[in-house]
């Protein structure tokens, strides 16, 4: 199928110095890509990013906040949130081009010249809309998500996917109330990791509620739970019948991640994903992947060229 992905130098400096999230993930994912020869398969285009619009960004982020951020970008040190995400010289400029990026690949697959598309620098997920949160600067997806209720419709029928071993508080709480945004985000129990959130009866609150699913899983838990829970997923999306999905494909619950306790074989990541785009070929909609996490960075750029080559195959 004809996948759109995106990729440039800005765009894939995404990641921190002396950090766990390293640029080198995009670097290595070059490599594999063009050991691949899929980059000569007429299927799949690529596309450059380009810095978003402060505008952009300001339909999920306050102003104060997008400010602080810019000046901790000039000045090129300090912290984003508590701890975890650390200020660099030039990190407006990268977290702008994710957002771009992902605001792109929704737009291009809406207007169905793709039916997926890639922003593997993309998938921030616990960006607040007035704070960053654990390596996320600017939240791309809920920044999507207000740019397609904006464009389309308020009601606009949204379904956002999530499987990294994280739960996406970003996405939850910002659209915790809202009945046409659902979410199905499958991770590992917040007891356990960070960001200790996304329990089972987090559902979606007032008019929303139900529109939500939240599935901790107990550390240590692997292929067999993953695939149990996407079917799941699989089913929820034919049940609400989404205009589009958004699927964080964050890597970081494979088995070896240096920070999280699950198990999942690339196997049984693979599948998981083909489950979702298969669910979105009988649907008839398309899909826009998200990088999201992982820490092991060799096996998530092997990974995201095997995430490719599934789309093209389908
Ligand atoms: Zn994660």
Request: aromatic residues 2%; hydrophobic residues 25%.
């Given at each position: 199928m004809k996948t759109l992905l995106f990729m440039d130098d800005l765009l894939f400096k995404y990641g921190f110095p002396?950090?766990?999230?390293?640029p080198l993930r995009y670097e290595y994912f070059r490599e594999y890509l063009s050991e691949s020869g899929l980059l000569d398969n007429p299927d799949l285009v690529t596309a450059s990013s380009s810095v978003a619009d402060e505008s952009l960004i300001a339909l999920f982020h306050t102003k104060p906040y997008i400010e602080r951020v810019k000046e901790l970008s000039e000045v090129g040190y300090g912290l984003l949130d508590r701890g975890d995400t650390p200020a660099y010289k030039g990190v407006y400029e990268v977290a702008a081009s994710s957002v771009y990026a992902t605001v792109e690949a929704v737009k291009r697959v809406v207007e169905g010249d793709y039916l997926f598309a890639l922003?593997?620098?993309?998938?921030?997920?616990?960006?607040?809309r007035s704070s960053a949160g654990g390596f996320c600067v600017f939240n791309d997806i809920g920044v999507a998500i207000e740019y397609l209720k904006k464009w389309k419709s308020p009601d606009y029928r949204i379904l956002y996917i999530d499987i990294d071993a994280h739960h996406g508080d970003g996405v939850y709480y910002p659209f915790?109330?809202?009945?046409?945004v659902y979410i199905f985000d499958i991770h590992e129990d917040g007891r356990y990791l960070y960001p200790g959130t996304g329990f089972a009866?987090?559902?979606?609150?007032?008019?929303?509620?139900?529109?939500k699913k939240n599935i901790p899983l107990p550390p240590y838990a692997g292929d067999e739970e993953l695939l149990k829970y996407v079917d799941m997923a699989c089913s929820f999306a034919r049940d609400i019948n989404p205009s589009i999905i958004l699927l964080?494909?964050?890597?970081?619950?494979?088995?070896?991640?240096?920070l999280t306790h699950l198990n999942y074989t690339v196997d049984g990541y693979i599948n998981s994903v083909r489950k979702i785009l298969e669910t979105c070929l009988d649907l008839g909609i398309g899909l826009v992947f998200l990088g999201g996490g992982g820490y092991q960075p060799r096996v998530v750029a092997r990974t995201w060229v095997d995430v490719i080559k599934l789309m093209l195959s389908l």
């Open positions: 002396n950090h766990p999230l390293t922003n593997l620098a993309g998938g921030w997920h616990h960006a607040m915790e109330s809202d009945p046409h009866h987090e559902e979606g609150s007032g008019p929303a509620r139900g529109t964080q494909g964050g890597l970081d619950g494979l088995a070896g991640d240096p």
